[in-house]
């Protein structure tokens, strides 16, 4: 027993110090997403894209001379409550050096302020409330804000589907939705749009039955009906919409953006439309590349969610790379000078509110696939 321990314990502690020192030279990176619950789709999907983007950094020989990135990632379940939990851990205990996430608004909301008065930088693929970033210097977003979106929906509203008149059903629970909805009316009844109802619901799966409010929208005869949703209700919504007899059409921002509202909606949504932040239809080569390297990884096609989360990572990348370091603080400082970044959602330039402006897609439903309308332009 003395000689095999002689001979077998040497190796083993190599190999555990060896194991020890490489860990210690990976880039730990946070990030927390809703993998399970009511928008389990964002967090899915997201992930899959942050995913993408560290396998080919770490591929391309890895950041700061050749130090590998690590994922830790965390399911917030898409629950209030477990974001902070979930932010809190990966800060306190797997020591990461940034944060990445959330895509909705409300989940985003509960976790900046700890990465703020942490000092620990937090970006958001996809969290559009304008009140996101403002909680702090540490908190920044790849995407455009709901202040845009609500205008671009306006603006669709008005020019493209040429509706003068509309009624609105908004989430009571979501700071997102609520948030849309305001920006929307703003643009829309200073620009000439009148609107004629506007009900309410609680998502986050607590309400399934949308009758009540739709038969008050009905008799407002409104012409096109505004959902500042997420997918799961909005499916549901669209298809008790079809059996009162609603036949206008229905439209929202990017909360509508998942693989999972055609398969909840089914043809209900014909003719519906969208704003998001891209198109897998869009011919630039950087989109295609993406499409093509998430698709062979992934099996399925990307939705808006993906390849912002992959945007994201991107762009942390680059200021680790511009940082030089693992210091939060000059990562912080890095971000703020994000300027024309290529990214696969459009180019990135981090303004002085850490926000970042760029146009949205306008995407239309169709028996179940999602195709590009039009392009809408800060
Ligand atoms: N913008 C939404 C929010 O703030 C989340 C979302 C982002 C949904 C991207 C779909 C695509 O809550």
Redesign the pocket.
Known sequence: MKTFLRAVLPIALCTFALSLTSRAQDIVVGEFASLTGS?AT?GVN?SNGVELAREQIDSAGGLLNGRKIKIVLEDDQSKPGQPSAAVKKLIASDKSIAILGE????R?LEAAPICQAAKIPMIT?????PK?TTIGDYIFRV?FN?KF?GQADARFALENLKVKKVAILADVK???SQGLQRYFKEYFTSHGGVVAEERSYSGGGTDRDFRAQLTSLKSAQPDAIFIPG?YTEVGLIAKQARSLGIKVPLFG??????PKLAAIGGSALNGCYFT??FSTQDPNPKVQDFVKNYQAKYKVMP???AP?GYDAMMILGDAIKTAGSTDADKIRDALTKVKNFEGVTGSITIDADRNASKSAVVLEVQNGAYKFATRIAP
Request: charged content about 20%; some cysteine; overall charge negative.
């Open positions: 928008e964002f997201s895509i909705a608004s409300s985003s693929p996809g969290s559009t409330n996101v995407c709901d979106q979501s700071d997102y997420y921002g990017d909360g509508w953006d998942s998001t932040h939705d808006g969610m912002l």
